[in-house]
């Protein structure tokens, strides 16, 4: 399966501040996504990260607060702005690299706003 | 919506016991996955069964898709095996690989 990594694995951040997280895989993949996990909550779908145009976003999320980039089949961030304390999670890179494939994931950045 | 239910939601265990875990969903499926969260909060992938039944280890996993469940199976439980367990079924006619992730059973081993 492909290696997935995701800087950094956590960080201790300021209100207000914005911080991006980066995915990493190591062989080309088909799909890329962005999860939220709140404390002690389940897994939340961000967004679709589409290869050369915008992420699809689910409902109760947008583009400017949580604006995404995958430039190639490879690579995406995830940037998380203006933020607030509401904002600490867990947040999580997966990937799938076809049809009838598993999905897998990243270890996680542990985000924590003061 | 599509409604994913674990249960039970807390599972406490002696070593050495066994235990089953379900997942109910309320749509047609094409997939689904279980995955382990340690309490590093890494993401395993345990099984990945659309219907039948797959073994890996002390682990097994049955998924009745007509019937619109699955089974996690854990014999001779561990300490490791604690952490939260999530079934997250990908439904028919959804984006490529979209998840839908239950809430979880968290379950703790005690030695």
């Known amino acids: 399966s492909a290696v997935i990594s995701q800087k950094p694995s956590r960080d201790i951040c300021q209100r207000g501040t914005s911080l991006t997280i980066q995915c990493q895989v190591d062989s080309q993949v088909t799909m890329m996504f962005w999860y939220r996990q709140q404390p002690g909550q389940s897994l939340t779908l961000i967004a679709t990260a589409n290869q050369g145009s915008e992420a699809t976003y689910e409902s109760g999320f947008v583009i400017d607060k949580f604006p995404i980039s995958r430039p190639n089949l490879t690579f995406s961030t995830l940037t998380v702005s203006n933020m607030s304390p509401e904002d600490s999670s867990i947040y999580l890179c997966?990937?799938?690299?076809?049809?009838?494939?598993?999905?897998?994931f990243g270890d996680g950045t542990r985000l924590s706003i003061l | 919506g599509i409604q994913v239910e674990q249960s039970p939601p807390d599972l406490i265990l002696q070593e050495g016991a066994n235990s089953t875990l379900r997942c109910n969903f309320s749509?047609?499926?094409?997939?689904l996955q279980w995955f382990h969260q340690n309490p590093w909060g890494q993401l395993i992938n345990l099984f990945y069964?659309?219907?039948g039944t797959k073994q890996n280890g002390r682990l097994s996993a049955t998924t009745v898709a007509t019937e619109r469940y699955s089974l996690l199976y854990i014999s001779s439980s561990q300490t490791t095996d604690s952490g939260v367990y999530f079934c997250a079924p990908r439904y028919r006619g959804s984006t490529l690989g979209r998840l839908y992730f239950g809430r979880g059973t968290q379950l703790t081993v005690w030695p």
């Open positions: 749509d047609s499926v094409n997939n």
């Open positions: 997966s990937v799938v690299s076809g049809v009838n494939q598993p999905q897998h």
């Open positions: 069964i659309p219907s």
